[in-house]
């Protein structure tokens, strides 16, 4: 008689309800980290990709302060104040909000030190630069695998040889006996690059519902079974314990099947954007009339997402672009949405393009499964006129 | 050309489909803030009930903490280590996981100080009881709207007026001139009690999706403008920058109509379950073989959410209850399906029967829309027989 409010069975109920969902849950589990190549223990289910990267890069933060006591702030603040015991966090200048704020506030907080790697004029970053950072607190590493705005693919199997090779020699049999780990947030990745957690050298990696077409609103966090990281939320005991609340399961459900699909599809619908993408490059560089504006191709032209095209037309502010673009059917973006109504312009085109004036910007294009050509053929017309028409009224 | 991936426009972006979804979003949330008798902007989404109770709960620290120079933990610690100005909650010990957990879990890492108060026999808690507790740096109290396990319903409203009383006479031209915070999870009462936030008196007021018939996997956490808290993630500016990462669009239109309908049936609803709830009682106390084997109605039966039954059966282990009602198909539950995995009883029957063996608990039945008479009927008469066999079998 317990319908649980009239709702589907909660999965962590004992009643036969409860253990048939929860049997669907675990075949889900299982899926995905079929699919990662991972254990279905190692798989964690949250709210979305923001909730991953912050139970992530928090929860590597709590377990490093919480598991050795000589480091927690009461006693480092005792013991003189040396913020150099905080747990130590690197990252690049282009993460996404949810890992960059996250580090910052943490910062903010007291309770991490963090570097900031700036990437190189491609937007990639140097793993050399990455390694130069390690140091004897460093807990984490974060560099997320090709970025939200400008597409580009960082060299996650390089970053992750390097913090091995650290881990090696630094962190045997010393007091601070702990790992320096590392975490990818592969949110944008997820469609098209390789998921397999033990070819990249990773023990955390983030996925979202979000960016995979037909998945539910959920998030993933893998989280190699050796890795230590304590929960952000105190509640139930779902997901071992590291994100307690009611699973959501239907949509959990959705999300395995559509990665799942994904992957299926992946090589050949690479190949197919691909084809499109460069079909829009060259035409565009062709075109006489966008001669006439210029225009400047932003992140490195090989080592992008296949979906990805980010263009700076200098001296037109991207904003006005993508509103103009709006108005005749053409989606586009001028930064990521997650800081849409932040009046700054795109601090990623910014580390890119230092010497660029903020509201320039640059024009985001995304490719889907449901972009043909004539789609490409239709926004580069729709672009040229627009294009046009601003640079005359400028 | 931008379908952000193949999927439905994200209400942050700026693109037409964008700001559509945006509209939307804010109707949802008018909607629920004038079932609250609150402002748009005092209404934030969430994952789910147990974030909202995080958010409120780490919100509040966080802001006591980071608005106060003075009582951040390393000025504490140098300045003789009193942990007592680290911000103080108040709590009880019936509260949902996802409060007392988040308690504990703010005192071990150091970040705040806590008092749990006892309820009575009834599970009711005695506002005089939580005045007691207050003090110069209690910042919040946290107690809950109904009960999930005994359906008792605590004395908000007497609760708040002792907050209210504690900072006119305490919180004025003070140093720490802030105002000690009221919360409360009403996850549980939604569907059935008065959830205006000015007549209740709360600063913060937790829902679920979950327990709302026809709600998506979301939660809201309405937020007095007034009252100062931070968000728990890092990342976009999503919900005033209190709740960064892609808003749940279709969960929570889902959300806003399914507590609109809960109000509108919610009279005769509730007149319905008590008329089924006496119903159940009744019969119960006039069977015979039920008066062999013994039985303890927990929590108070005035106070109490009109479609929760929890029976104390001595010397018959709930769990075992709940695995043979389920073998008749009769779901019910014998503890919150948030601590089913952990091995220990029910910490709410714990709380008002401290004598009894933790194995014995409770067993709970839960109605819903779709109960009725008949249910009731077969669900007493399955019971019947099961409790005369194992009282045998004993």
């Known amino acids: 008689m317990d319908y649980a409010s009239g709702l589907k069975a909660n999965p962590s109920s004992i009643h036969a309800e409860g253990v048939k969902t929860k049997i669907k849950l675990q075949s889900a589990r299982k899926k995905i980290s079929g699919i990662l190549k991972a254990r279905p223990v190692e798989i964690i289910f949250t709210s979305g990709g923001t909730e991953s990267n912050n139970l992530a890069i928090q929860g590597v933060v709590w377990a490093w302060r919480e598991k050795i006591p000589a480091r927690n702030a009461y006693s480092i603040a005792i013991a ?10 690197i990252t690049t200048n282009i993460e996404h909000p949810s890992v960059l704020e996250t580090c910052r506030m943490l910062k903010k907080r007291k309770l991490a030190e ?45 970053i992750a040889g390097e913090i091995r090779h650290y881990n090696k020699n630094n962190r045997q049999d010393l007091f601070f006996n702990r790992s320096c780990l590392f975490h990818t947030d592969a949110v944008q990745a997820a469609n098209y690059l390789d998921l397999n957690v033990g070819k990249l050298g990773v023990d955390l990696l983030s996925l979202s519902g979000s960016k995979i077409e037909g998945a539910g609103r959920v998030g993933v966090l893998y989280k190699k079974k050796s890795a230590p990281i304590t929960a952000i939320f105190g509640g139930g005991d779902q997901e071992s314990g590291l994100r307690p609340g009611t699973e959501n399961f239907p949509e959990i ?20 954007l691909v084809r499109l993408r460069n079909h829009f490059f060259n035409k565009m560089r062709h075109s006489h009339i966008l001669k006439n504006v210029g225009m400047l191709f932003n992140g490195d032209l090989e080592n992008r997402l296949p979906n990805n095209i980010n263009i700076t037309f200098p001296k ?20 990521s949405a997650c800081e849409s109504s932040r009046r700054e312009g795109s601090y990623v085109i910014e580390a890119i393009r230092p010497e660029s ?15 043909s050509k004539a789609d490409i053929d239709y926004t580069i017309g729709v672009l040229s006129k627009i294009l046009l028409r601003l640079k005359k009224w400028k």
Not at 253 to 272: G, H, N, V
């Open 357 to 371: 004036d903020p509201e320039i910007g640059g024009v985001r294009f995304s490719l889907g499964r449901e972009t």
């Open 114 to 158: 963090i570097s900031i790697v700036p990437v190189e004029k491609n937007g990639i970053v140097d793993p050399k630069k990455i390694k130069k950072e390690i140091k004897e607190n460093t807990a984490l590493v974060s560099v997320m695998y090709a970025n939200n705005e400008i597409g580009t693919i960082q060299p996650i199997r390089e």
């Open 253 to 272: 459900l959705k999300f395995s099947e559509a990665l799942e699909s994904a992957q299926r599809i992946k090589e050949k619908e690479t190949k197919r």
């Open 80 to 89: 003189g104040g040396s913020e150099k015991k905080l747990p130590h966090i």
């Open 316 to 335: 037109i502010p991207s904003d006005l672009l993508v509103i103009e673009l709006s108005s005749k059917g053409v989606m586009a973006s001028s930064k």
